[in-house]
């Protein structure tokens, strides 16, 4: 296995979080007009994202 052998194959070495974590950042990325919108407050359980109807949109999660 050599070195890479406790990486896990197309995670580039990162492993998920496991249980919970608190989010301090959710943006709302908008790949085509090239808009990034946070929603605002610190998240601890669930959050519910409103997302645009159109395509291209992408979700962030930024840890606390």
């Known amino acids: 296995?050599?070195?890479?052998g406790n990486r896990?194959?197309?995670?580039?070495g990162r492993q998920p979080?496991?249980?919970?974590r608190a989010?301090?950042?959710v943006d709302v990325l908008d790949t085509w007009e090239?808009?990034?919108?946070?929603?605002?407050g610190t998240y601890e359980t669930f959050v519910?994202?409103?997302?645009?109807?159109k395509p291209y949109q992408a979700v962030r999660l930024v840890a606390a």
């Open 48 to 53: 519910l994202v409103p997302l645009p109807s």
């Open 34 to 40: 090239c808009t990034i919108d946070r929603l605002p």
């Open 8 to 12: 896990t194959a197309g995670t580039g």
């Open 1 to 4: 296995m050599g070195s890479a």
């Open 17 to 20: 979080l496991r249980g919970r």
């Open 23 to 25: 989010v301090r950042g």
